[in-house]
């Protein structure tokens, strides 16, 4: 954990403060509205960075003089755009060019009632608050602020999973490339903007005395002299055309906003984003994605018919919008009063093709803000009604000629204009014909990349090289083309999308657009690509794998640079052994099969394999590979091949070889891509129906097999009924009469499996804990009926005649589905815990001549197979919130190497502790089974194994000390917890949210816990469950802290955080609660405030995510109506909330009907209120 920052040194020659407090020195207020505005501005703000924002403020930003306070567009409401003194703002810059140097004093923000209809543009009025310098003609420095190296920001809320939450993930600074080259040429060429002038008469200051009385006596008359106020006048807005290449073109949009502002001549400059409504009325929205439709508004409401507001639209116009005429008839609109242009991406010789085809010429500035145009050619005339609009491309120099006619500075073959193209918009502009459809048999291959090339760049033929070696998603593409080639811009990339080589996948879900080359394309243009060239293009995805999922992800690229150099032979083990970039936490792997997809198709290509001898070795063969590359194609030709196996031979070997490929296909999120999430869970379910049908007879692994089979599907359907089938399945196994393990299915047990491999969640939902349920076999504990009565006391070795590894693995696997029963279905715990605990101890005692690791007798009658469920070697997972590791399981279900008997021992002592837990044994019995634990982890064999393991032992130690109110040891363990944990990865986050969220209720310690749930958001991997529950804890921690000290801006950011983790939180019934939370807490607020008029709102998405949870929610339900009744009470609603209370007992009726837990206490508070209102009593 890194130490806090050191407070700012104040700078040289500047006096101290004044000791005045801090009520004083600025009101709550502002305070509070300045975080909310850096909040809605960007990537969210440290308290460290607010403080030191305010600080610097002090210094650097005094007060506006009264010439520019007079004339100054600032509301009087004692907003912060009418406290120019408490925003940041930049350092006056030195002169540029012999020009006179700016004006050090800030000038107010222009609040004058603009209908923005933003909601919360996500990176709007970049110099509202941050303010430039303001100078004529000056050349301003970049504020301090801010850096051209910076990646633009993601999205505040990203896509919705799991019915409607917008999925996990809060605003972070992520390392992006930068889509347009060059930042400082863009400054060099804009600078001429800084002379523009908008056409309005100059506004007069405050009246000049000294001068209006010598004027006056000079001229014998009275004649009044006003001051000359200095100011920026200008501003500037960015439409992003909402197509569907948008997100393309966003980084481009975000580099073009980020130049602007640093330029410093405008005094707003915001991006907005054009979308088509259902009527085709174009639409300007601050944000995109789930939500922006409620924050859109008309496009013509953001026209300034002043001329101040300067208008840039980047688009590649070929969306719907432009298709239809629409954004062209805007445009025309616009062009009347305001100066526009489009920003066009693609090459010029590509606008033919669009929907706003643009002809060259000189672009002439006529009055009002019009552009004038005079062609090149000699076509015909343009309509009498029609307007020219500048069409330029994304470089400075374009720009730099755009700037220049604006500022007055124009030169060229025709006075006062410049050179450039210029598309015509008509009033009544008609809509484009929809394409011819292209010729038959153009669209192989072969010709799609003969006619690509035909016309096509140097630059895009080279990137689209370069492209066919990663996935093709909007950052990876840029990235490739700042390391790879720095000279290709936003053009180039166009040039690529707009090919025919690439098709979209259809991914609603998705916060951004993937494609994919059509088959056949990528092995042509791999063909033109050096083997070296390629090596070097997957290094720098693999580093950005590691920054962007964290360096306990899953790191195919990196594998894929080992197979190609030769540092990497065979399949690597899938247990995270791929280099430095994963950790023992490598459990995970990156959230898009693309990234796992691609590299294996690139080495595939380079080192192709040979074919097997028969289709079920093929089947075999697929199937490893897949193991070790995670390409799913991998597995549908391994099915295609088990398939025919099976129609051919229908032995044992091809139909378990088909089961085994069909339960890692139901685990697979890529095979049911496009599906919602419910389809997608019905499919896999099917799959695994389908697995278990083939799984019959009496071949022990086979029926090892279908318990691993019968585990997955409880981890897909969430019904305790497969575990109590695999628990039957693994029951009968073991007691049953019948022969030993057939000749050809006798395996070394190496790869007895490697399911249980990651640490499960206790507590917690352990369908992403229990294993792997495929690889493991640990099928299935059920509580069977009579299948459960003491079967765990037969010794070992009863019953039927299994060889002794094969034994081990059915224990230790009964073990752990008891477990996972146990901690499923209370109703079971009460049997299930103690068996789970007779298992896995009889597993553990186990001497290492019986154990699953021992070598078996060769056999060469016929070809080994091995087990291919886990056998326990672990590495962590994400434990639950106090039972730290429990059940081991990986992603991956099949692990090529074998691990020894330490790391076995060990791994099923954690899990034999987990089950103490759910029995109520003392903290001593399970901290002395840990200590086993530790001691049995091996000291040699993978590094990443033995520090996972060591992981896992020390994170159980932690949440047994938590449980025992052994603070100070546990906050110890979890220390060292955290420090073997890889950094950025899933585990570091969940142990510092358990860390932080025992100190919050630990005395004293509170300040401790709020930098631990802090370092939580920032280092833990986007989207991941451990920013959901850091975000709440500390959102509520926040709200406490209010509700006793009354610091303002704790309750703004305690909302904020509490409104992420609402729209991350996947479940209806947890999403309810906070959606509750926040509500109570938007009413903490005065009653004239905007946010205080927003819980109303939260409350009644609160029900509805109750309603949407069934009964399980009912006592949430209750309490947001209860919550709803309070808010219309205080606002003198009697009956609405006198309804809303009606609604409240009725809830919690039905609580009292589920035979739970009642709060009487709360019930008594809503029947109270009824009795009051029903008596006329209220306020």
């Not at 100011?231 to 130049?259: C, F, K, N, Y």
């Not at 799609?448 to 090289?465: K, N, V």
Request: with cysteine; charged share 25%; glycine share 12%.
């Amino acid at each position: 954990m890194s130490p806090p920052p050191e407070p700012p040194q104040r700078p040289p020659g500047v006096p101290p403060p004044s000791p005045t407090g801090r009520a004083a020195d600025r009101p709550i207020a502002l305070v509070a509205e300045l975080v909310a505005r850096l909040r809605s501005a960007g990537p969210e703000p440290t308290s460290e960075e607010v403080a030191e924002a305010l600080w610097l403020a002090r210094w650097t930003a005094p007060a506006a003089p009264p010439e520019a306070a007079a004339d100054a567009e600032a509301p009087g409401d004692g907003s912060l755009a009418a406290h120019p003194e408490t925003a940041t703002g930049p350092a006056a810059g030195r002169p540029a060019d012999g020009a006179p140097g700016p004006d050090p004093r800030p000038e107010p923000a222009d609040a004058t009632g603009r209908d923005d209809g933003d909601g919360g543009d996500g990176r709007d009025g970049g110099n509202s608050e941050n303010g430039g310098d303001g100078g004529d003609g000056a050349a301003p420095v970049p504020p301090a602020s801010t850096e051209p190296s910076r990646a633009p920001s993601v999205e505040l809320y990203p896509a919705r999973r799991s019915g409607g939450a917008p999925r996990t993930g809060i605003p972070v600074r992520a390392p992006a490339a930068r889509a347009l080259p060059g930042l400082a040429l863009l400054h060099r060429a804009l600078r001429p903007l800084q002379r523009y002038r908008p056409p309005l008469p100059p506004a007069a200051g405050e009246l000049d005395e000294e001068a209006t009385a010598e004027l006056s006596a000079r001229a014998a008359v009275v004649h009044p002299v006003f001051a000359r106020v200095t100011r920026r006048r200008g501003e500037l807005q960015i439409l992003v055309d909402a197509s569907p290449t948008a997100a393309v073109w966003q980084p481009t949009a975000e580099q073009l906003r980020l130049a602007c502002e640093q330029l410093g001549v405008f005094r707003d400059v915001r991006l907005r984003h054009l979308s088509r409504a259902a009527d085709g009325t174009p639409l300007l929205a601050g944000r995109t994605g789930p939500g922006a439709a409620g924050s859109a508004r008309p496009a013509d409401r953001h026209l300034d018919p002043t001329g101040r507001r300067l208008t840039l639209v980047l688009s590649d116009c070929v969306g719907p919008l432009w298709q239809d005429g629409g954004a062209q008839r805007m445009l025309h609109r616009w062009a009347r009063r305001t100066p526009v242009a489009v920003v066009q991406p693609l090459p010029p010789r590509l606008w033919p093709r669009t929907a706003l085809p643009a002809e060259p010429g000189t672009l002439l500035r006529e009055g009002s803000g019009r552009f004038g145009f005079v062609p090149e050619g000699f076509g015909p005339p343009a309509e009498p009604d029609a307007l020219p609009v500048p069409v330029l491309l994304p470089t400075p120099q374009a720009l730099g000629n755009w700037a220049r006619l604006l500022s007055g500075g124009a030169g060229g073959g025709v006075p006062g204009g410049v050179p450039g193209p210029a598309a015509w918009v008509r009033p009544l502009h008609p809509a484009v014909p929809p394409p011819a459809p292209g010729a038959p048999g153009a669209s192989g291959p072969h010709a799609l990349l003969r006619a690509f090339h035909a016309g096509a760049s140097p630059g895009a033929r080279d990137l689209a090289r370069h492209l066919a070696v990663v996935p093709l998603v909007p950052p990876v593409m840029h990235l490739v083309q700042e390391a790879m080639l720095p000279d290709t811009g936003p053009m180039e990339l166009a040039e690529v999308l707009l090919s025919g080589l690439l098709e979209r996948y259809a991914d609603p879900d998705e916060d951004g657009p993937r494609y994919a080359f059509v088959p056949g394309v990528r092995e042509l243009l791999l063909q033109s690509l050096d083997r070296s060239a390629a090596v070097l293009v997957l290094k720098h995805l693999s580093a950005h794998v590691s920054r962007h999922f964290g360096r306990g992800t899953r790191n195919f690229a990196a594998v894929a640079v080992a197979r190609l150099t030769g540092r990497g032979s065979g399949p690597v083990a899938p247990d995270g052994a791929f280099g430095e970039a994963d950790g023992p936490g490598a459990g995970q792997a990156a959230d898009d099969e693309l990234f796992a997809q691609v590299p294996a198709e690139v080495v595939r290509f380079y080192l192709p394999d040979a074919e097997a001898a028969d289709h079920a070795e093929e089947a075999e063969r697929l199937l490893h590979q897949w193991e070790a590359e995670r390409d799913v194609q991998l597995l549908h030709r391994a099915r295609a091949a088990a398939e025919t196996a099976c129609a051919a031979d229908a032995g044992a070997r091809p139909r378990r070889t088909l089961a085994r490929i069909l339960r890692a296909l139901a685990r697979v999120p890529g095979a049911h891509r496009g599906a919602d999430p419910a389809a997608a869970s019905a499919g896999a379910a099917a799959l695994l129906r389908e697995a278990a049908a083939l799984l019959t007879g009496p071949d022990p692994h086979a029926l090892l097999e279908r318990a691993a089979v019968e585990y997955e599907l409880w981890r897909t359907t969430d019904s305790p009924a497969p575990l109590l089938a695999a628990e039957r399945t693994l029951r009968a196994l073991g007691s049953d009469e019948g022969t030993g393990e057939p000749e050809e299915t006798r395996t070394p047990p190496a790869a007895a499996g490697v399911g249980e491999r990651r640490a499960g969640a206790g507590g917690r939902e352990d369908r992403s804990a229990g294993g792997d349920g495929g690889d493991r076999a640990d099928g299935g504990d059920g509580d069977g009926g009579e299948a459960g009565q003491g079967a765990g006391a037969r010794p070992l070795g009863a019953g039927r005649n299994l060889p002794p590894h094969l034994e081990q693995v059915r224990r230790l696997r009964l073990g752990r589905v008891l477990l996972a029963l146990a901690r499923a279905a209370p109703e079971h715990r009460r049997r299930a815990a103690p068996e789970a605990v007779r298992e896995l101890r009889e597993a553990s005692d186990m001497p290492p001549e019986r154990a699953a690791w021992a070598p078996q007798p060769a056999d060469t009658s016929a070809t080994p197979v091995r087990p291919d469920t886990p056998d326990g070697s672990a590495a962590p997972d994400r434990p639950g919130p106090l039972g730290g590791p429990g059940t081991g399981a990986i992603d991956e279900p099949f692990a090529p190497a074998a691990p020894g008997p330490g790391a076995q021992r060990c791994a099923t002592l954690l899990d034999l502790a987990d089950a103490l837990r759910l029995t109520g044994a003392p903290a001593a019995e399970r901290l002395r089974v840990l200590d086993d634990a530790a001691a049995a982890a091996p000291s040699d064999g993978p590094a990443d194994e033995r520090a996972g393991l060591r992981l896992r032992c020390t994170w159980a130690r932690a949440g047994v000390l938590r449980e025992a109110g052994s603070w100070e040891e546990a906050a110890e363990a979890y220390a060292a917890a955290v420090r073997s944990a890889p950094a950025y990865s899933a585990e570091r986050g969940e142990l510092l949210v358990e860390w932080g969220e025992m100190l919050l209720g630990v005395t004293g310690r509170r300040g401790e816990a709020e930098n631990l749930l802090r370092e939580a958001l920032t280092s833990a991997p986007t989207g991941g469950p451990s920013v959901t529950r850091a975000s709440r804890l500390l959102g509520d921690a926040l709200l406490a802290r209010y509700r006793t000290e009354g610091f303002l801006p704790d309750l703004y950011e305690g909302c904020h955080l509490l409104e992420s983790a609402a729209r991350q939180e996947p479940g209806p019934a947890r999403r309810a609660e906070v959606w509750l939370d926040l509500g109570r807490a938007r009413a903490l607020f005065p009653p004239e405030s905007t946010q205080r008029g927003m819980a109303e709102r939260e409350l009644t998405t609160a029900l509805h995510e109750a309603g949407e949870a069934g009964g399980e929610a009912d006592p949430t339900a209750a309490r947001a109506w209860h919550a709803l009744g309070e808010e219309h009470r205080g606002r003198g609603r009697r009956e609405r909330a006198l309804a809303a209370y009606r609604e409240a007992a009725e809830a919690w009726r039905r609580v009292g009907e589920r035979l739970v837990d009642v709060p009487w206490e709360e019930v008594r508070r809503t029947r109270e209120r009824i009795e009051e209102l029903a008596r006329g009593g209220a306020d």
